[in-house]
């Protein structure tokens, strides 16, 4: 997955400038929703509590959610529901945001001063200030929302602006801290130290460290009229680039032909996959390139449907179009590792496609889930009109059904008919880490709920606000 440039009128822009207190980088949704306009109350047979466990696990793995009410973390079965932090991450790409080891998140927010980055504790919520990445008032922005300034907030705010290295140490971080422009810095967590990598007319977005930790690629974009009565994201793509970590030497990448962000991934130490895109041929000729020499070696000539997903083994889910030229054709398809054609999965064409890690499978929106090999598929229990999938270790799905209005969540095990287990719009669903057998609601009221085998009725673990992401942590 990700992320797309926020469309933000301009009135909408400036009038959010002055009542928000917290802004943080733009987040890509892991599954599609429909908008609700009613008001949808969960109904529950019979909640049941328990004596809870008066501490956290000495180890993980740990479910952790997030949103406007802040950072939460529990046991496995929903235990000890702790708050973290009351910082609102329901903006942040919290995969990102989150350490390798889990105990640490990142996150960028506003001061009087500007935009801040700090560092929150897991568990403790123990905050610190990392460094302040951009002086611009709130006065500034709103009477110069086309400014240099304003040009640089919205590059930290509006995309991705952090990325662990693969062992921890380090955090890698885009900020104005010299200006004018965003540039690429990294933290040393150890001592402290924050170090400037790059220092160009660009505004820099989207880090991404190698596998190995030895490289961190970055896009470079700009901010060009005419903007009309909207700011709708960065207007041209300059370029990309890449800082070997070691000895700060910047390597000047093949530039994409596309104007958004193609990134599909790393798949190697050296090696990273990109594609091209425009208005006729929607997506094509993915490729790899070398960091170190910028070679481009084809992985596929034939065009496709906008995105594609990739698996942690280097698995390709995408959609074909059969009205461009050179088009795969018109369905779903999966390309495996060392693969040049791929597999037809569908006939149909879908149109999202996402990797959903929690889950280990894909999800084609609105057909089904495949397994990363092609030969497992989930369907949902509504066409449709089912979102939010969570598969867990056992095989157990679980989907939030939404018709009328009026949500619910329903339950399958294997070999079983489907089953409501939940009366309530779900804005988030996710199976425990360990067992595999509890399933986390994160309902559309705050509330978070645990639902256990064999009888999967929901149990009330606590209020944590509304929550739009839920992962695992080490």
Same mark, same amino acid.
């Given at each position: 997955m990700k992320n797309n440039p926020k469309i933000i009128p301009l009135m909408i822009l400036l009038t959010l400038s002055i009542s928000c207190s917290l802004f943080t980088p733009a987040m890509t949704a892991t599954s599609p929703a429909p908008s609700i306009s009613a008001t949808d109350t969960p109904h529950l047979s019979a909640p049941v509590t328990g004596s809870p466990p008066t501490s956290l696990n000495s180890t993980g793995p740990y479910p952790l959610f997030a949103g406007k009410g802040?950072?939460?973390?529990s046991n496995p079965d929903g235990s000890f529901l702790t708050q973290v932090s009351k910082l609102d991450f329901s903006g942040s790409d919290l995969r990102a945001a989150i350490s390798p080891k889990g105990n640490k998140a990142a996150?960028?927010?506003?001061?009087?001063?500007?935009?801040?980055?700090?560092?929150v504790t897991i568990p403790g919520g123990e905050t610190q200030t990392i460094t302040h990445l951009l002086d611009i008032s709130q006065d500034e922005l709103v009477n110069n929302p086309t400014g240099t300034k304003a040009f640089a907030y919205y590059a930290i705010t509006q995309y991705n602006s952090v990325a662990w290295s693969p062992d921890g140490s380090q955090l890698a971080f885009m900020g104005a801290i010299k200006g004018p422009t965003s540039d690429l810095y990294t933290y040393d967590v150890l001592s402290g130290k924050v170090t400037q990598l790059t220092d160009g007319p660009s505004q820099a977005i989207l880090p991404s460290w190698s596998l190995d930790g030895e490289y961190i690629l970055h896009y470079g974009v700009s901010w060009v009229p005419p903007f009309g009565g909207a700011i709708v994201g960065y207007t041209r793509m300059d370029g990309m680039w890449a800082v070997h970590v070691s000895d700060r030497k910047v390597l000047n990448e093949p530039k994409p032909k596309a104007l958004h962000d193609n990134f599909v991934g790393w798949q190697d130490n050296t090696h990273y996959m990109l594609y091209d895109s425009d208005d006729q041929c929607f997506s094509q000729n993915l490729r790899t390139v070398d960091v170190t020499t910028g070679k481009t070696t084809s992985v596929m000539d034939l065009s496709f449907y906008y995105g594609i997903a990739q698996s942690p083994d280097h698995s390709l889910l995408f959609a074909g179009s059969a009205g461009c030229a050179n088009s795969v054709g018109e369905g779903t398809f999966l390309l495996l590792p060392g693969q040049t054609k791929p597999t037809k999965l569908l006939d149909k064409k879908v149109y999202e496609v996402y990797w959903l890690p929690e889950s280990k499978v894909f999800q084609a929106y609105p057909e089904a889930l495949f397994s990363s090999d092609g030969q497992t598929r989930y369907d949902p229990p509504v066409y449709n009109k089912s979102f939010h999938p969570a598969i867990s270790r056992q095989g157990y799905q679980a989907w939030e059904v939404i018709e009328n209005q009026q949500g619910r969540v329903e339950l399958k095990t294997p !070999?079983?008919?489907?089953?409501?287990?939940?009366?309530?719009?779900?804005?988030?669903?996710?199976?425990?880490?360990?067992?595999?057998?509890?399933?986390?609601?994160?309902?559309?009221?705050g509330s978070l709920y645990a639902a256990t085998a064999p009888d999967f009725s929901p149990h009330l673990m606590g209020k944590v606000g509304?929550? !739009?992401q839920a992962i695992w942590l080490p």
């Amino acid at each position: 997955m990700k992320n797309n440039p926020k469309i933000i009128p301009l009135m909408i822009l400036l009038t959010l400038s002055i009542s928000c207190s917290l802004f943080t980088p733009a987040m890509t949704a892991t599954s599609p929703a429909p908008s609700i306009s009613a008001t949808d109350t969960p109904h529950l047979s019979a909640p049941v509590t328990g004596s809870p466990p008066t501490s956290l696990n000495s180890t993980g793995p740990y479910p952790l959610f997030a949103g406007k009410g802040g950072l939460w973390i529990s046991n496995p079965d929903g235990s000890f529901l702790t708050q973290v932090s009351k910082l609102d991450f329901s903006g942040s790409d919290l995969r990102a945001a989150i350490s390798p080891k889990g105990n640490k998140a990142a996150l960028v927010v506003q001061s009087a001063q500007g935009l801040d980055l700090i560092e929150v504790t897991i568990p403790g919520g123990e905050t610190q200030t990392i460094t302040h990445l951009l002086d611009i008032s709130q006065d500034e922005l709103v009477n110069n929302p086309t400014g240099t300034k304003a040009f640089a907030y919205y590059a930290i705010t509006q995309y991705n602006s952090v990325a662990w290295s693969p062992d921890g140490s380090q955090l890698a971080f885009m900020g104005a801290i010299k200006g004018p422009t965003s540039d690429l810095y990294t933290y040393d967590v150890l001592s402290g130290k924050v170090t400037q990598l790059t220092d160009g007319p660009s505004q820099a977005i989207l880090p991404s460290w190698s596998l190995d930790g030895e490289y961190i690629l970055h896009y470079g974009v700009s901010w060009v009229p005419p903007f009309g009565g909207a700011i709708v994201g960065y207007t041209r793509m300059d370029g990309m680039w890449a800082v070997h970590v070691s000895d700060r030497k910047v390597l000047n990448e093949p530039k994409p032909k596309a104007l958004h962000d193609n990134f599909v991934g790393w798949q190697d130490n050296t090696h990273y996959m990109l594609y091209d895109s425009d208005d006729q041929c929607f997506s094509q000729n993915l490729r790899t390139v070398d960091v170190t020499t910028g070679k481009t070696t084809s992985v596929m000539d034939l065009s496709f449907y906008y995105g594609i997903a990739q698996s942690p083994d280097h698995s390709l889910l995408f959609a074909g179009s059969a009205g461009c030229a050179n088009s795969v054709g018109e369905g779903t398809f999966l390309l495996l590792p060392g693969q040049t054609k791929p597999t037809k999965l569908l006939d149909k064409k879908v149109y999202e496609v996402y990797w959903l890690p929690e889950s280990k499978v894909f999800q084609a929106y609105p057909e089904a889930l495949f397994s990363s090999d092609g030969q497992t598929r989930y369907d949902p229990p509504v066409y449709n009109k089912s979102f939010h999938p969570a598969i867990s270790r056992q095989g157990y799905q679980a989907w939030e059904v939404i018709e009328n209005q009026q949500g619910r969540v329903e339950l399958k095990t294997p !070999n079983a008919d489907w089953k409501k287990v939940f009366d309530g719009l779900a804005n988030q669903l996710m199976w425990d880490p360990t067992n595999g057998d509890t399933l986390f609601i994160a309902s559309h009221d705050g509330s978070l709920y645990a639902a256990t085998a064999p009888d999967f009725s929901p149990h009330l673990m606590g209020k944590v606000g509304n929550v !739009n992401q839920a992962i695992w942590l080490p």
